[in-house]
């Protein structure tokens, strides 16, 4: 059965728990909820409606995510990197594999927009046809050569 071309969550949709690992929290009582936005038909790419109140704790991205917040504000702590803080309109990306520890003084709500790496027959499916469209590209004379050789 075929997807629906356009997909949308309606206004005022319930935010539902979404807990986070307690093994992940170092301070406080960080509650999380969410709303799920949309989804990709390859089920790889998602946006989400996310809030969380007071806490600090250890965020493990499974998957690649981009966010925007819309209100609150939080700082952001990678090893060996300075503390960032953001509010509202403030964005960041996070790469799958990042651990990153979020510090919530109060409350912090966001849009987030997250994508999942392709299987790995899939991944390396597309790195091997990349590989081979170089080569062709690379075998090609360039086109002010071409040009050039017809004219002669």
């Not at 949709?13 to 960080?30: H, L, M, N, V, Y």
């Not at 999942?116 to 091997?128: E, F, V």
Request: charge should be positive.
């Amino acid at each position: 059965m075929l997807e629906p071309l356009l997909r949308n969550t309606p206004k005022g949709a319930p935010f539902q728990p979404s807990p986070i690992d307690p093994s992940w929290i170092e301070a406080g009582d960080p509650r999380a909820r969410c709303v799920f936005l949309a989804q990709t038909d390859d089920r790889l790419a998602m946006a989400v409606h996310w809030e969380c109140t007071a806490g600090r704790f250890t965020w493990r991205y499974a998957m690649d995510e981009t966010i925007y917040i819309l209100e609150g504000g939080c700082t952001l702590k990678q090893p060996g990197e300075p503390e960032v803080r953001l509010g509202p309109g403030d964005s960041a990306h996070f790469s799958r594999g990042a651990a990153v520890t979020w510090t919530v003084d109060s409350y912090v709500r966001k849009i987030g927009f997250c994508k999942a790496a392709p299987p790995r027959s899939i991944g390396l499916a597309i790195r091997l046809l990349k590989g081979v469209l170089r080569r062709v590209k690379k075998s090609q004379p360039a086109f002010g050569a071409v040009q050039t050789a017809r004219a002669a």
